[in-house]
C-alpha cells in the first residue's frame, strides 16, 4: 500500500483526507484502488472500528469483504461475461470493476457521493470503461431493473435495513438471476440469511481469507437463488 505522488484528497464535511493506493493481485491482474483507508486483515479492522475519534466515511474505506467478493467473481468469468450486475454499496469499487472487467453490465450504486466518486475515479484508474454510476439510498429505492445479479460487500450490517435489501432482492432480481454477498461472519447478517432461506431461497457457501499479515479476516461468499415458482 502506497501514498500516490501528488495523492488526491478525499473532501467530506468532517475534513480532507489524502487518498492511499493499494494495489492487489486479483483473477491475474493488478488493480490499484485508491482509498482513504485500507483494512486488510482483523487486527485493523477491529482498531478502526472501535476508534471513536475515527472520522473517515465507511465507503472511503476498502474492506475484505469488497476484496473477497472481487476474487469469487473473478474464479467465476463465464457467469459473468455478457450478465448484467447492480452492485450495492459499492464504497470504492472493487468487486463491480471486476465484474465489468470480465465483460459484465456494471451498475455500482450508493448513497454516498464520495463513495461513487471513487468508484468513477478507480474505474479510470483500471482502464475499465461502460460502468454506470448511481446515488441511490436502499430507503428510497425506484430501480425496477432486472438485472442477472445482484452484489454486495458487507451490506448486511444493519439489522434495519434488512427489510429493504429483500424488496431490492425480489423487486430487481432477473429470472434465473442471483444474489452474491460477501460478508465477514457478522452475527446480524446471518438473521437475513437464514430469513431468505426459511423463505425458500437456496444458499451456498464459499470461504475466503483476507490479509496477509496479522490476523487474516475470514470473510464468506454466500450465493442466493430465489425460490422456484
Known amino acids: 500500500m502506497s501514498r500516490p505522488t501528488h495523492a488526491p484528497l478525499l473532501n467530506t464535511t468532517a475534513g480532507d483526507f489524502p487518498l492511499a493506493e493499494c494495489k492487489l493481485k486479483v483473477g491475474g491482474r493488478q488493480w490499484s ?3 482513504a483507508a485500507a483494512i486488510l486483515n482483523r487486527d485493523t479492522e477491529d482498531r478502526f472500528v472501535t476508534d471513536p475519534d475515527n472520522p473517515l466515511p465507511y465507503g472511503a474505506v476498502l474492506w475484505p469483504a469488497s476484496i473477497a467478493l472481487a476474487h469469487e467473481i473473478a474464479v467465476r468469468e463465464s457467469e459473468f461475461r455478457g450478465r448484467s450486475v447492480l452492485e450495492l454499496g459499492a464504497g470504492t469499487g472493487l468487486p463491480g470493476i471486476v465484474a465489468a472487467s470480465l465483460g459484465a ?9 464520495l463513495a ?26 425506484t430501480d425496477t431493473t432486472r438485472y442477472d445479479w445482484i452484489i454486495g460487500s458487507d ?4 439489522h434495519t435495513l434488512h427489510d429493504e435489501l429483500r ?8 429470472p434465473g438471476g442471483r444474489v452474491l454477498l460477501a ?12 430469513e431468505m432461506v426459511e423463505a425458500g431461497w437456496r ?3 464459499a470461504r475466503w481469507s483476507i490479509g ?11 450465493e442466493m437463488s430465489p425460490p422456484v415458482s
Do not use: K, M
Request: charged share 20%.
Open 33 to 35: 484502488l485508491l482509498h
Open 155 to 158: 451490506v448486511l450490517y444493519a
Open 116 to 141: 461513487i466518486h471513487l468508484c468513477q475515479t478507480n474505474c479510470a484508474r483500471n482502464q475499465v470503461a461502460g460502468v454506470e454510476h448511481r446515488e441511490a439510498d436502499w430507503t428510497e429505492w
Open 203 to 205: 444458499a451456498a457457501h
Open 212 to 222: 496477509e499479515t496479522g490476523a487474516p479476516r475470514p470473510v464468506a461468499v454466500y
Open 105 to 113: 453490465r456494471v451498475v455500482q450504486t450508493d448513497r454516498n457521493e
Open 167 to 174: 424488496f431490492i432482492f425480489r423487486t430487481n432480481l432477473a
Open 183 to 194: 460478508d465477514p461472519y457478522r452475527n446480524v447478517s446471518r438473521h437475513l440469511l437464514e
